[in-house]
């Protein structure tokens, strides 16, 4: 597919570059925003040509379908400085690839990949001094699609909005890597059969803040959620993948829940499954109980445990709570697999191991 030129409005108003440093100096998650964004609208059964123009708010009737029904869908990736300087994204095709499938599930158009590709390249070309140059720092990507049809009817929108904005993210920890808490949640599920379990959208983590204020209130970081007809195997971590790894006749085992329909394919996930391979390590999907991880950390079978997503890349869990028990995972300190895996995917992103599968979208 041919995609045609963008629109492009440059900012007349962008951040000097005393105040842009000052803000990647420690940009958090989330909290500021490049000079730009980008918007595409889909009207008349076809995507209109995209639009670069200066970030700022979105103009939506109160009557938009979004605002109602709650067709609303997002993503997530990241842009990286690589050591020639160049600027690389990770896997955004694959994001693009979830995105459609969300927008299927949800009753939305879907774009083409490479709509998708050439927004997120244009953003990142026109606010490339937004991308910081440390490691463990990247300019986190969210492309979005809403339903803006101004109509009160129970139907899929005719119309939609596609939106990129990009944020600079600091290192998710800063003062060093620290296994987490988490909460094995027996009051709230995250997403049952034949639902929206494996698509990407909004009403999902809506669902999920009350569950992770439970947490909160226990004394942890996060909520691990179970499947909702037992209420017993393992899904997530809040809005991360898990792993759990094991010693087995001498050989280390990397496993993580199987997809179901109710949990979200995350791309870090399946770049992990293939990168523990590469470094020996054997992967497997499988399903786990509360009972199977209570009983092989208690043997010692099972080592270590981590979550996984895009933000943060891997967190170490160090401790388990619920109702009844505890109990503590490698002492509570992060395990060697855990570090390994996490520096192997941070070495490709940034460019300094050799990108052998091409994950590595240079801009």
């Known amino acids: 597919m041919t995609v045609p030129d963008f629109l492009i409005q440059p900012s007349t108003n962008p951040l000097s570059d005393a105040e842009r440093e000052k803000l990647l100096a420690s940009p958090g998650f989330g ?3 490049t000079d730009h964004m980008v918007t595409i609208a889909y009207k ?4 209109q040509r995209g639009e670069v123009k200066p970030y700022g708010p979105l103009s939506l009737a109160p009557s938009a379908s979004t605002l109602h029904y709650g067709q609303s869908i997002f993503e997530g990736f990241k842009a990286f400085t690589q050591p020639d300087g160049s600027i690389g994204m990770f896997r955004p095709d694959a994001n693009a690839e979830r995105f459609n499938r969300s927008a299927a599930r949800l009753a939305m158009p879907a774009i083409p990949p490479e709509l998708f590709l050439k927004a997120a390249d244009e953003l990142v070309r026109i606010d490339q001094a937004w991308v910081p140059k440390n490691v463990g720092e990247s300019l986190y990507m969210r492309p979005l699609m809403i339903a803006t049809d101004p109509f009160l009817g129970v139907r899929p929108s005719l119309e939609y909005l596609f939106v990129l904005i990009a944020s600079p993210a600091g290192a998710y920890f800063p003062q060093g890597v620290k296994p987490v808490t988490v909460w094995i949640s027996e009051d709230y599920v995250r997403a049952a059969p034949g639902g ?3 698509a990407k959208c909004a009403g999902n983590y809506a669902a999920s803040l009350l569950a992770q204020a439970q947490a909160l209130d ?3 970081d996060q909520v691990v959620w179970l499947d909702a007809v037992h209420r017993e195997y393992i899904e997530e971590m809040g809005g991360m993948n898990l792993f759990f790894v094991y010693k087995e006749d001498g050989q280390t085992v990397v ?9 979200l394919p995350g791309i870090t996930r399946q770049s992990l499954l293939e990168l523990g391979k590469q470094l020996g390590f054997i992967t497997r999907e499988q399903k786990l109980t509360v009972r199977n991880w209570r009983d092989d950390i208690a043997s010692g079978r099972m080592t270590e445990v981590f979550a996984c997503g895009t933000a943060a890349v891997i967190t170490p869990v160090g401790k388990v709570k619920a109702h009844g028990f505890e109990f503590a995972i490698n002492n509570g300190e992060n395990g060697p697999v855990t570090m390994a895996l996490r520096e192997a995917l941070l070495a490709i992103q940034h460019g300094t191991a050799p990108d052998t599968r091409g994950w590595m979208h240079k801009i």
């Open 44 to 47: 008349d059964g076809a995507w």
């Open 196 to 198: 929206t379990g494996e």
């Open 255 to 263: 496993a993580t829940p199987e997809l179901t329909g109710t949990l």
């Open 218 to 220: 226990k004394g942890c």
């Open 31 to 33: 909290r500021y925003f």
